[in-house]
C-alpha cells in the first residue's frame, strides 16, 4: 500500500533527520546522512513498502525453536554477513559442547520468584522463537531455564539483578522474565568474565506492566556472547531496554519487541565502544502487530582502533493490523580513529499508511574538527577536548534514558573506557 | 606590558582551485589595554586573521610572524594558545553535543588558569557574570551552543570572555546578528573587561554600530588581505559615512 498524505495519519518529518516517507515511497531508498563518512563504513537503509526484500524474506528459516531448521550459515546470508562466523567458536555449526562454567547470582527484592524449571514447562517460549540458528542452537542446548517472576501489580523499588560471570568455555542459558500487569521492575544483567555464551532472554509483560532492562556486556576481550531479548508487551504495558556493550571479543545481540495488544509502548536504547579487534553488533526488530503502539529505538557507539567493528540494524515492521502507530529509529557512530569500521542499517517496512509517524536515522561520522578546534581554543588539550565530545555524545543518549542511578552508572563507565582509550 | 606583534603575516586556505592567498602581509601591535578595531568589507580577510592568530587548521601561514611577548605564537598549537592568552570570540560557535554549560566553563577555566577553580568561589562568579550579562541560570544547565539563538551565543561567547580573562581579546563579529538590547548587553561585558586594562582587544567588525558601545583606541581598514589605512576612532566616522568603497575599488577583493 502507498502511503497517502491526504488520508492523514502521518506526521510530518522531525526536523531534518527523517526521510520525508510521502516523497519516497516506492520500494527502496539509500539512507544518507552522513558527515566525513569514514572508508570503508556503510550507512545505508531502506524503506520498504510491500516490497519483495522484507524483514521476512531476507532470513534465511522462519523461525523455529528447533536448530535442525536452520542450516549451517557459511556467511553470505543477510543476517549472518556483516558477523565473523570464524570466531564465534562453533556456537553456529553444532560444535560448541556446553563444557564451560559461568557463575551466576541473582538477587530479587521480596516477593519476587526465582525458578530453575526443566525445559517443558509452559512458561518458556512465549515471548518469541529463536531467528537463527545460534539462538535455535541456544534453545535446544540449555538444560534448565531460569524463570523470574515479578506478581501482578507489584511495584519494585529495588532492581532485580542478574551477575553472569564466565568462567572459560561454553554454555547456554535460557531466562524468563514473567512480570504480572501493572507490575513494575528494573531488571539488570551483568556480564563478566571470559564465556562462549549462547542464551535467550524473554520478557513476557502483563497488560499496564513497566520495566526497564538494563542488559550490561562488560566481559574480557577473548569473550564470544550471542543473545536474542524477545519482549512481548503487554496491552498499555511499557518496556524499556538499556543495551550497553563495552566488553567482548565478539558480541552478537538480537533485542526483539512484539506487541500483545494496544496501547503497548518500547523504547530500546543501545550504547557501545568498540575497541580495536572488538566486533559489536546489535540486530533490532520491532513488529508492530497490533494497533496504537509506539517504538523508540536509539542506539549510539563509539570505535576506536583497528578492526574494530560495529553493526547496527533496525528493523521495523508496521503491519497492516498495526494502525496508529508510532515509530522512530536512530543509530549515530563516531568513528575515532582509522581502521575502524562500521555498518549501520536501518529498515522500516509499512503495510498501513495509517499511522502517526514512522522514521528512521543514522549517520557515521568522524570527530567535527570545529568542536575540537572550540574546545581547544578554550586552553583544553586535544585528548581532553576528545574525551569531552566522546563523553557529550554518549551523554546526550544517556540523559534520554531518564533514569538518574543508571545515568551515574553509565557515565562513570564511559569515564573509564575513556580514561583508558581515547589518549 | 604584554604585547601582541604581527608582523607581514601571510596565510592561505585551500580551496578546489588549489591555496588561495587571503592575508598579504598583515602588520599589527597590539599592547595590553588598548583597543584595536578592524573594519572592511565581507571577504577582505578580517576573519581569517582571527582564525589564524587562534590557530584554526583550516588556515595555512606561509610568511610572517606573530609573536606574544616575544614568545613566537604561530609555533603553539590551539589550546597552548589559548592557554596563552589569547581568547578568539567565534562569529559561528559550534554546538557542543551532550556537554552542559557549566562544565564546559568550568573545563575551560581549569585548563586556562592550570588548577581547578574553587567549587564555591566559582559557581558564585559564574552565577554573577551571568547576571550582569542577563542569561538565566537555566541557560548553564543547556548542551553548548545547542539550540541557542543568536544572541544567546554572542552571550555565552562574552561570558566566556568575562570569565577566562585573556591577554588578548580577538572579537571576530561579535555585533553580528545582535539586536540593539543584545548589542548593548554584550558591548557591556566587552567594557567590563577592558576596564581591568589588561586586556588588549582586536574588535573585528563589519559595521560601526558596535564602536557607539566600545570606543576603540585605534581603527584600521582591512581590504584585500592586508591593513589598507590606521587611524584612531575619527577614522570609523568617515567610514560611516562614505563606506568602503574607496579601499575596494580598483582591483577585484580576495
Known amino acids: 500500500m502507498r502511503p497517502n498524505p491526504r488520508r492523514g495519519g502521518w506526521s510530518p518529518p522531525r526536523p531534518g533527520k527523517d526521510l520525508d516517507l510521502t516523497q519516497k515511497a516506492s520500494t527502496t531508498t539509500a539512507m544518507a546522512e552522513a558527515q566525513n563518512l569514514p572508508v570503508g563504513s556503510n550507512t545505508t537503509g531502506a524503506i520498504a513498502v510491500a516490497a519483495e526484500s522484507t524483514t521476512a524474506t531476507r532470513m534465511s528459516a522462519p523461525p523455529s525453536f528447533d536448530v535442525a531448521d536452520f542450516p549451517v550459515p557459511h556467511g553470505r546470508e543477510e543476517e549472518w554477513r556483516f558477523t565473523p562466523l570464524d570466531r564465534l567458536k562453533g556456537l553456529h555449526d553444532g560444535t560448541a559442547q556446553a563444557t564451560g562454567t559461568i557463575k551466576t547470582d541473582v538477587s530479587a527484592p521480596d516477593g519476587v520468584t526465582v525458578e530453575s524449571v526443566p525445559r517443558d514447562d509452559a512458561r518458556i517460549g512465549r515471548a518469541g522463537k529463536p531467528i537463527d540458528r545460534v539462538a535455535a542452537q541456544a534453545f535446544s542446548s540449555f538444560e534448565k531455564a531460569t524463570v523470574v517472576t515479578v506478581p501482578k501489580e507489584a511495584v519494585l523499588t529495588e532492581p532485580v539483578t542478574v551477575h553472569l560471570h564466565g568462567e572459560g568455555g561454553v554454555t547456554y542459558g535460557h531466562t524468563v522474565f514473567d512480570i504480572g500487569a501493572f507490575a513494575e521492575a528494573v531488571i539488570v544483567i551483568d556480564h563478566t568474565g571470559d564465556a562462549v555464551r549462547s542464551a535467550n532472554v524473554e520478557f513476557v509483560l502483563g497488560d499496564g506492566a513497566k520495566v526497564t532492562f538494563v542488559s550490561v556486556q562488560d566481559w574480557d576481550d577473548s569473550a564470544v556472547h550471542c543473545s536474542q531479548h524477545n519482549a512481548l508487551i503487554g496491552r498499555d504495558a511499557t518496556f524499556k531496554s538499556v543495551v550497553v556493550t563495552f566488553g567482548g571479543g565478539v558480541v552478537r545481540l538480537n533485542p526483539r519487541v512484539n506487541y500483545a495488544g494496544p496501547g503497548g509502548e518500547a523504547e530500546l536504547y543501545g550504547l557501545y565502544f568498540t575497541d580495536s579487534g572488538q566486533h559489536q553488533e546489535h540486530r533490532l526488530m520491532v513488529d508492530h502487530d497490533a494497533p496504537n503502539c509506539r517504538s523508540n529505538v536509539a542506539y549510539k557507539g563509539a570505535l576506536q582502533g583497528e578492526d574494530a567493528h560495529a553493526v547496527w540494524i533496525g528493523d521495523v515492521l508496521i503491519q497492516a493490523a498495526a494502525t496508529g502507530t508510532d515509530t522512530y529509529e536512530l543509530n549515530r557512530n563516531l568513528v575515532l580513529t582509522d581502521g575502524a569500521r562500521v555498518d549501520s542499517v536501518p529498515n522500516l517496512e509499512i503495510e498501513t499508511g495509517e499511522i502517526v509517524g514512522a522514521g528512521h536515522a543514522s549517520a557515521t561520522g568522524r570527530f567535527d574538527d570545529e568542536q575540537l578546534f572550540y574546545l581547544m581554543a578554550r586552553g583544553l588539550p586535544e585528548s581532553e577536548a576528545r574525551r569531552i565530545v566522546v563523553r557529550g555524545f554518549f551523554a546526550e543518549l544517556v540523559q534520554q534514558i531518564g533514569l538518574p542511578e543508571l545515568e551515574e552508572r553509565l557515565i562513570t563507565k564511559i569515564e573509564t573506557e575513556l580514561a583508558a582509550s581515547v589518549a | ?254
Open chain 2, 1 to 254: 606590558m604584554a604585547t601582541l606583534e604581527i608582523n607581514d603575516l601571510h596565510v592561505t586556505v585551500e580551496t578546489d582551485g588549489g591555496p588561495t592567498e587571503i592575508l598579504r602581509g598583515v602588520d599589527l601591535t597590539v599592547k595590553q589595554g588598548e583597543t584595536h578595531a578592524i573594519m572592511g568589507p565581507n571577504g577582505s580577510g578580517k576573519s581569517t586573521l582571527a582564525y589564524s592568530l587562534a590557530g584554526h587548521p583550516k588556515y595555512t601561514v606561509t610568511g610572517g610572524s606573530v609573536k606574544l611577548d616575544g614568545e613566537d605564537v604561530l609555533e603553539m598549537s590551539v589550546d597552548e594558545r589559548a592557554r596563552a592568552g589569547v581568547f578568539l570570540a567565534m562569529q559561528y560557535p559550534v554546538e557542543v553535543p551532550g556537554v552542559s554549560v557549566s562544565n564546559f566553563l568550568r573545563t575551560s577555566a581549569t585548563a586556562i588558569r592550570g588548577e581547578a577553580p574553587k567549587l564555591r568561589t566559582w559557581v558564585k562568579e559564574v552565577r554573577e557574570a551571568m547576571e550582569r550579562l542577563s542569561i538565566d541560570p537555566a541557560f548553564a544547565e543547556r548542551n553548548v551552543n545547542e539550540g541557542f539563538s543568536g544572541g544567546e551565543k554572542k552571550r555565552h561567547e562574552i561570558l566566556q570572555l568575562e570569565l577566562l580573562k585573556p591577554q588578548f581579546a580577538i572579537l571576530d563579529e561579535t555585533d553580528s546578528g545582535l539586536d540593539v538590547d543584545a548589542l548593548r548587553v554584550v558591548s557591556e561585558g566587552v567594557n567590563r573587561v577592558r576596564e581591568g586594562g589588561d586586556v588588549g582587544t582586536l574588535l573585528i567588525t563589519h559595521y560601526t554600530r558596535i564602536l557607539r558601545y566600545i570606543k576603540p583606541d585605534f581603527v584600521h581598514v582591512f581590504a584585500k588581505g592586508r591593513i589598507a589605512e590606521s587611524g584612531g576612532a575619527e577614522l570609523a566616522d568617515k567610514l560611516e559615512e562614505e563606506g568602503y568603497e574607496e579601499y575596494v575599488k580598483g582591483g577585484a577583493t580576495a
